[in-house]
């Protein structure tokens, strides 16, 4: 894994299209079966395998999870650390190509906001639909890529619903 600066990180970005995913920290066996089936669908597969890159929070549970899956396509993985490193996973290095970790004094919110400002489309599975789970890290970066016009696949873990949120982005 490479320690990566604001600007490697840019180069990145600009290098092609990019996945960010975020995740319900809490994960059991059950919900890697959920995703596990959504993932192994051949038309998911070809989605994901149409991205040059995947950037993650680098969270427990379903970043790690999904971020672990996505390095088995041998493209950049990039993780995006937030300064409290309460919720990271420990298995961070063994699947992230690439850290960029944010400065001191940051929060949640602005990791979040890099990642999401750092990909074309955005992958969550929340464990519950977001009336039931207001405070939530996936949910802000879903309502961040909303705000930001990122098309967003939503995979919810307690009913295995899947939404696609596609927007039009307007020419220049």
Same mark, same amino acid.
């Given at each position: 894994?490479?320690?990566?600066? *604001?600007?490697?990180?840019?180069?990145?970005?600009?290098?092609?299209?990019?996945? !960010?995913?975020?995740?319900?920290?809490?994960?059991?066996?059950?919900?890697?079966?959920?995703?596990?089936?959504?993932?192994?669908?051949?038309?998911?597969?070809?989605?994901?395998?149409?991205?040059?890159?995947?950037?993650?929070?680098?969270?427990?549970?379903?970043?790690?999870?999904?971020?672990?899956?996505?390095?088995?396509?041998?493209?950049?993985?990039?993780?995006?650390?937030? %300064?409290?490193?309460?919720?990271?996973?420990?298995?961070?290095?063994?699947?992230?190509?690439?850290?960029?970790?944010?400065?001191?004094?940051?929060?949640?919110?602005?990791?979040?906001?890099?990642?999401?400002? %750092?990909?074309?489309?955005?992958?969550?599975?929340?464990?519950?639909?977001?009336?039931?789970?207001?405070?939530?890290?996936?949910?802000?970066?879903?309502? *961040?890529?909303?705000?930001? !016009?990122?098309?967003?696949?939503?995979?919810?873990?307690?009913?295995?619903?899947?939404?696609?949120?596609?927007?039009?982005?307007? %020419?220049?």
């Amino acid at each position: 894994m490479k320690n990566i600066n *604001l600007a490697e990180l840019a180069e990145i970005v600009n290098s092609g299209k990019g996945l !960010g995913i975020g995740g319900s920290r809490f994960i059991t066996s059950v919900n890697k079966q959920v995703i596990n089936k959504f993932l192994n669908q051949s038309a998911v597969q070809n989605w994901l395998r149409s991205f040059d890159y995947y950037i993650s929070g680098g969270a427990k549970g379903v970043d790690a999870y999904l971020l672990r899956q996505c390095y088995k396509y041998g493209k950049p993985c990039v993780t995006i650390e937030p %300064s409290n490193k309460r919720y990271v996973d420990r298995y961070l290095k063994e699947y992230s190509t690439h850290l960029f970790v944010m400065p001191n004094s940051t929060d949640f919110r602005e990791r979040n906001f890099m990642v999401v400002n %750092s990909c074309h489309e955005f992958l969550a599975m929340p464990m519950y639909e977001e009336e039931n789970e207001p405070r939530s890290g996936t949910w802000q970066a879903v309502r *961040l890529a909303r705000v930001m !016009g990122t098309p967003i696949c939503l995979h919810l873990l307690n009913n295995k619903e899947t939404f696609w949120e596609r927007r039009d982005v307007p %020419s220049v």
